[in-house]
């Protein structure tokens, strides 16, 4: 069965940082590109960044571009979203998912089930 699971949400003050994580089993995550959305309350769905499984190219939406970085671990099984300088604006509930290139981008795949970031004083 095909599962991505997201962690690493949480409670973080302004200006703060947080990394999340997103596993995936039942299939090696290695070969597929990965993407991480958000959606905040009231809000449409948001894509904010993409990576690729072949030549780690990135892409990032202007509104968390310079503050947050996609990466995946050597044996690419993880894809993580280090989100720097957050701002009471990015909390969201962030998912990941994960398929073709061309499927992420489009916001499809599989997904995880969302982990709660709230950046708040």
């Known amino acids: 069965q095909v599962q991505l699971v997201e962690s690493g949400g949480g409670l973080v003050q302004p200006g703060g940082s947080l990394t999340l994580s997103c596993e995936g089993s039942g299939f090696n995550l290695r070969y597929y590109a990965a993407a991480w959305f958000r959606q905040a309350p009231g809000k449409e769905r948001e894509g904010i960044s993409c990576?690729?499984?072949?030549?780690?190219?990135?892409y990032y939406a202007d509104s968390v571009k310079g503050r947050f970085t996609i990466s995946r671990d050597n044996a690419k099984i993880t894809v993580y979203l280090q989100m720097n300088s957050l701002k009471p604006e990015d909390t969201a509930v962030y998912y990941c998912a994960a398929g073709t290139y061309n499927s992420v981008v489009a916001g499809l795949g599989s997904w995880g089930q969302g982990t709660q970031v709230t950046v708040s004083s």
């Open positions: 990576i690729s499984n072949t030549d780690g190219s990135s």
